[in-house]
């Protein structure tokens, strides 16, 4: 990232009260993004050449465009943007996953080579494949410099914290990995459509599923077998935040029955991004550290006049923080979970 994103300055001696504001100001202009999606334009045309999407069915924004992003990126005060990976397709083979995953991987490292400072990026893991995800684990993070893993809520209906993903978790745990979450249609949803005629999945469900994967890993204790990984929920971390209280009432039905004291817990270990737009701070403040808080955009998935006209006054205005914590969730938080991205 530009030196300018440093907040040190901001605590030399002798730095007068002017400076000082103005230093502030601009280190909160500095934002990191740690929810910015990113479809290969290159993958897209491979997958349709394979007949493996029907881009009528792809959402119009999954076409990554890196001056389309920095023109956002600038109007928003954003200094790097962490690319979240998008390929959504039935892939027919181990062997084609990899390649899929090969494609994404190259674009994005192309992306962030040709942008120095403005772009870094996760790496895509199918679970459901455990000896491809093992693969792009290597791939990613030991060769391609990802500062990360991206996973959906769920495969197939198997949701985070299932004994089934032990084996990459373990891999990922010993590299001390972030692992960002992201959430999609819930099982059994139409291939496609809504589940409710007339609401989109990515209004409601998607908050549901990201609620399940949370609460799934709290069940099997997910962070307190796998110490070292940090994970990240996306939109505040759907409902959790909202039915806490509920978890540790009811947990003793869950199958493993879930400890009051170990939703106290994970939800303290969890982290959130803010993409959204996300509900007033306090019920997440409730239970969370301020510093767990990380500043997402969603774009563009969430076009840019939700970002600039609802979400960013929103996120300025909330009383729940205070202005040391405004510029934790915007800058701060996400160098003390990444430092990598400080030399990005």
Request: charged content about 20%; glycine content about 6%; overall charge negative.
């Amino acid at each position: 990232m530009p030196d300018s994103t440093s907040t040190s300055e901001l605590h030399l001696p002798g730095l007068a009260s002017a400076e000082a504001e103005a230093a502030a100001g601009q280190a909160v202009q500095a934002k990191i993004d740690m929810h910015h999606h990113f479809c290969a334009p290159e993958w897209r045309e491979w997958a349709e050449r394979h007949e493996l999407v029907n881009p009528r069915q792809l959402p119009p924004w999954a076409r990554f465009d890196a001056e389309d992003s920095i023109r956002f990126m600038d109007r928003v005060g954003i200094a790097t943007a962490v690319l979240k990976p998008m390929l959504p397709a039935k892939y027919h083979s181990s062997a084609q996953l990899r390649e899929a995953v090969n494609i994404t991987l190259l674009s994005m490292l192309e992306v962030a080579n040709s942008h120095p400072g403005r772009f870094s990026f996760y790496a895509p893991l199918f679970l459901e494949d455990a000896e491809a995800s093992s693969w792009a684990v290597r791939r990613g993070l030991g060769q391609f410099g990802a500062v990360g893993v991206n996973v959906t809520a769920n495969h197939g209906g198997v949701y985070l914290g299932d004994p089934s993903y032990d084996r990459v978790f373990h891999e990922l745990d010993d590299l001390g990995a972030v692992v960002d979450t992201h959430p999609h249609n819930l099982p059994g949803s139409p291939p496609g459509g809504a589940a409710v005629p007339g609401i989109p999945n990515f209004v409601c469900d998607f908050l549901l599923d990201t609620t399940r994967a949370a609460v799934n890993m709290i069940s099997h204790r997910t962070l307190d077998r796998f110490p070292n990984i940090k994970v990240i929920l996306p939109h505040a971390g759907g409902f959790l935040p909202y039915i806490a209280p509920r978890i540790q009432a009811l947990g003793r039905f869950c199958d493993p029955a879930v400890d009051p004291g170990a939703v106290r817990d994970h939800l303290r270990r969890f982290y959130y991004d803010t993409a959204g737009p996300m509900a007033p701070a306090a019920a997440l403040l409730a239970h969370v550290p301020a510093e767990h808080i990380l500043f997402g955009t969603d774009w563009p998935a969430a076009p840019a006049d939700t970002v600039v006209d609802l979400a960013l006054p929103a996120l300025d205005a909330d009383p729940a923080f205070t202005p040391e914590q405004l510029t934790g969730v915007y800058h701060d938080n996400a160098l003390s979970l990444i430092p990598q991205l400080a030399t990005v």
